[in-house]
């Protein structure tokens, strides 16, 4: 059975803090992505990456970062954390190919105080 | 212009009716393309994707595609109140990731 799991389903934490969100997967997919979904703006791809070690930005990597050191694990980081990330923060893994599935985890309710 | 644009809704329809959940994308390249289901506090989930101008039926789901008009339409037959939820249409375009729609809320009034 596919699965994909996010490390936490609830944070909360302090303006300037780091983050960490990690994100795992045990499917052997190569592609893991990060998205963040706020009502009416819908998901919005932060990163992605399609091999150890490789990285791609989506549409919105301002004030975020990734690690992927094992194919297995992505790890999304605000390295100063802000109000406005504050946001339901999705991770999702899939193989390559334009017909491949993308598989979700159950996500990460982040609130910035 | 939004690269998947769908109307946010609600669309509500009574209890046995048809559901027409329907998208439109700006990417002529765009080579397939994915319906999500999202229940409220919950993740995304894939109902079915389809690749080819036509049909695709799987079970009451049935996704219609038209590449020359650049949409894609989900139609739910014998609409249950469990299909209440947030369905979000999705493309692949080539560069790797899929581009969501921000989804259609549908209600389906027993």
């Known amino acids: 059975d596919v699965k994909v799991t996010q490390s936490s389903r609830y944070l909360v934490k302090r303006t300037g803090e780091k983050v960490f969100l990690e994100c795992v997967q045990d499917m052997d997919h190569e592609n893991m992505f990060w998205y963040r979904q706020d009502p009416g703006l819908g998901l919005r791809l932060i990163y992605f990456s399609y091999d150890v070690k490789m990285k791609e930005k989506g549409d919105i990597p301002e004030g975020y970062s990734v690690s992927r050191e094992k194919k297995e694990r992505f790890s999304l980081i605000l390295e100063s954390a802000s109000t406005n990330q504050t946001s339901m923060y999705l991770c999702?893994?899939?193989?390559?190919?334009?017909?491949?599935?993308?598989?979700f985890g159950p996500g990460t309710r982040l609130l910035v105080l | 212009q939004k690269e998947v644009e769908q109307n946010s809704g609600p669309l509500s329809v009574p209890e046995g009716a048809i559901a027409s959940l329907n998208c439109t994308y700006s990417d002529r390249g765009s080579q397939s393309f994915f319906w999500y289901r999202q229940y409220s506090g919950k993740s995304p989930e894939l109902i079915m994707f389809?690749?080819?101008?036509g049909d695709k039926e799987d079970g009451r789901f049935t996704a219609q595609l038209n590449k020359a008009s650049q949409y894609v339409s989900l139609l739910i037959r014998d609409s249950q109140p469990s299909d209440s939820a947030t369905y979000l249409c999705?493309?692949?375009?080539?560069?790797?990731?899929?581009?969501f729609g921000s989804g259609t809320r549908l209600q389906v009034q027993p």
């Open positions: 999705a493309v692949y375009t080539g560069r790797r990731a899929l581009t």
């Open positions: 999702a893994s899939s193989r390559i190919g334009p017909q491949e599935t993308q598989y």
């Open positions: 389809i690749y080819s101008n």
